[in-house]
């Protein structure tokens, strides 16, 4: 079975400290993997991306994501966070056994507290 | 910054009707895709399209929806007969490539279905 899972649906940490948001799948193949972020009432925008290479990737705003084969994971991370960030996190996954279209985990709702 | 366009934004629809939304991909993006985005986050891939053709789609979209991405038009999705169940955020997303490649999201159409 082919999943991507995002096991918090909720997040809450106050202005300044860093978060980890935690992403799974169960692909086989080579792997495609983004983080979006969606705020309130609109689309998603694109954080970042891993393909290959290296497995730390740097995306906007100072987040970063680490791929990890062996534990099947992509965690979004960021060191100092801003009110701005509260928002909806969306990991997203597709692999080359499974067409060209992403799956994506059902969310983690982000709530910075000033 | 994405500049996928979608109309209307907001679409409130009876049962039993048609539902109909559109899409301007970013220029020069040859792919498009289309998402439905529930109430719980729940994200389904519904067709996608390399310029004019169709590429993917499941099996709901062949059954209950027209699509098409005509050369120098708006690609549009329309829901032959409205059901509750449709109600949701309709997302379209282009691609400069069918897959690996990172997709940019338009704001969505959220369509009500009374």
């Known amino acids: 079975t082919q999943t991507v899972s995002q096991s918090d649906a909720h997040v809450t940490v106050f202005e300044g400290d860093s978060v980890e948001l935690r992403c799974n799948y169960s692909?086989?193949?080579?792997?495609?993997l983004s983080w979006y972020i969606q705020h309130h009432g609109r689309g998603l925008q694109f954080l970042l991306k891993y393909y290959s290479g290296n497995p730390v990737v740097q995306g906007v705003n100072g987040f970063e994501a680490e791929f990890s084969k062996s534990d099947s994971s992509f965690h979004l991370r960021k060191a100092s966070v801003h009110w701005s960030d509260s928002a909806v996190y969306f990991c997203?996954?597709?692999?080359?056994?499974?067409?060209?279209?992403?799956?994506f985990g059902t969310g983690t709702k982000l709530q910075v507290v000033p | 910054n994405s500049k996928v366009i979608q109309t209307p934004r907001y679409l409130v629809k009876g049962q039993g009707q048609k539902a109909k939304m559109r899409c301007i991909p970013e220029k020069g993006h040859p792919v498009v895709f289309w998402y439905q985005q529930n109430k719980n986050n729940e994200f389904k891939f519904l067709i996608n399209f390399q310029n004019q053709e169709v590429l993917q789609q499941i099996d709901m979209t062949e059954k209950r929806f027209s699509a098409e991405c005509p050369s120098n038009s708006p690609c549009s999705l329309e829901i032959q007969s409205s059901e509750a169940g449709d109600s949701a955020l309709y997302l379209c997303?282009?691609?400069?490539?069918?897959?690996?490649?990172?997709?940019?999201f338009g704001p969505g159409t959220r369509l009500t279905v009374l």
């Open positions: 997203a996954v597709s692999s080359s056994n499974s067409g060209t279209y992403q799956r």
């Open positions: 997303a282009s691609s400069l490539e069918t897959k690996n490649a990172e997709q940019f």
């Open positions: 692909y086989g193949g080579s792997i495609y």
